[in-house]
């Protein structure tokens, strides 16, 4: 995955740290479609345009010679620091940054990106005091506002991160990585039940990548398996659990959720098949009744699915989990295991 800069003179990251550089690339996207692109004259289109594109050596060149004849423009330094950044060239990139902040000091996005610039160049003290600005200048800043968190969590003030995560959040409450680096603050203040619940919180929006398998792996050590980590074929799909409705054999709405998310692995790799595994503990019938209608939901929902492609079995004892150094016993459960691909 891309990332803003070179990481290899830093020191060995935390999971908290690797979420935060995870994630630059989806947040750089991001910024590129909502910053507030500031007032421009029509021969700088070309180079925003370049840039926008994601063809930076070009932008380069296009502000490079601009800035000969107009070395005070603002967004021509501005747009040159961000395209240094984006080719990993931190040291060059902060100079057009600064300059672009010293030509328009009240602009909260040239403030964050100087931020960010200070980031790459691992000066923290003067990152964090960027984003401080931008946020005077704008307190809905989101960006400022989430890497202001994130410059709290690298130096470990765990209260303060929390604080900003939950500013984000209350801007926009869909901000992965406020949700995720919220549990790990959770997790390092010791607050398991808050951090299982935003375990949670982010599962419900966020399932597929390498992020929901560790949060889901997080929440399963805690003997918690609302969400469910499957081996489908070679690939692994976290799902919310399948539960029936208490003793009977409507599958909950949540359950529908998961079913939809197999189905179309199922539809996807037409050479997987799977084995539909129900546990009611001391009560086979019930978990055979399960199993059967299970089957029955996942081929009228997706018809080219064939029946053969399905085996299921059931158990009137309880699921045996083991995750992390603990054995968990679910009284009632589905499991699915790839039969053959």
């Given at each position: ?195 299982t619940n935003a375990w ?70 037409r050479a997987l098949s ?68």
């Amino acid at each position: 995955m891309k990332r803003l800069h070179n990481l290899t003179a830093r020191k060995k990251f935390s999971e908290k740290t690797l979420f935060r550089k995870c994630f630059s690339s989806y947040l750089f996207f991001l910024l590129l479609i909502s910053v507030l692109t500031p007032p421009f004259v029509p021969a700088e289109l070309n180079g925003i345009t370049l840039f926008e594109q994601e063809k930076y050596e070009q932008a380069i060149l296009f502000f490079s010679g601009q800035l000969k004849t107009l070395p005070d423009n603002p967004v021509g330094n501005f747009y040159m620091g961000r395209s240094l950044l984006s080719l990993n060239q931190a040291a060059k990139a902060i100079d057009y940054l600064k300059k672009a902040v010293e030509l328009q000091p009240n602009n909260p996005d040239y403030r964050f990106w100087l931020g960010v610039g200070y980031w790459a160049n691992m000066a923290f003290d003067r990152e964090r005091q960027s984003y401080l600005k931008a946020l005077k200048l704008d307190p809905t800043h989101l960006q400022a506002r989430l890497y202001l968190g994130h410059s709290y969590m690298d130096q470990n003030q765990w209260q303060a991160a929390l604080n900003q995560y939950d500013r984000v959040l209350a801007i926009d409450p869909a901000v992965p990585d406020a949700l995720y680096n919220r549990a790990l603050v959770f997790k390092q203040l010791g607050e398991k039940a808050d951090e299982t619940n935003a375990w949670i919180s982010y599962l419900s929006r966020y399932r597929s990548g390498k992020w929901a398998l560790q949060a889901a792996e997080h929440l399963n050590g805690y003997g918690d398996f609302s969400y469910r980590i499957y081996l489908l074929g070679s690939r692994r799909i976290v799902v919310p659990a399948i539960h029936f409705e208490p003793a009977g054999s409507t599958l909950t709405t949540e359950s529908l959720q998961a079913i939809e998310s197999i189905g179309d692995v199922l539809t996807n790799k037409r050479a997987l098949s799977l084995h539909l595994i129900t546990y009611v503990k001391d009560n086979p019938e019930l978990a055979k009744f399960r199993a059967k209608i299970l089957k029955k939901y996942i081929l009228e929902t997706f018809p080219e699915i064939k029946p053969l492609r399905l085996t299921v079995s059931w158990f009137g004892v309880s699921e045996k989990i083991d995750s992390g150094t603990r054995t968990y016993v679910l009284n009632e459960s589905v499991n699915i295991i790839t039969r053959n691909e």
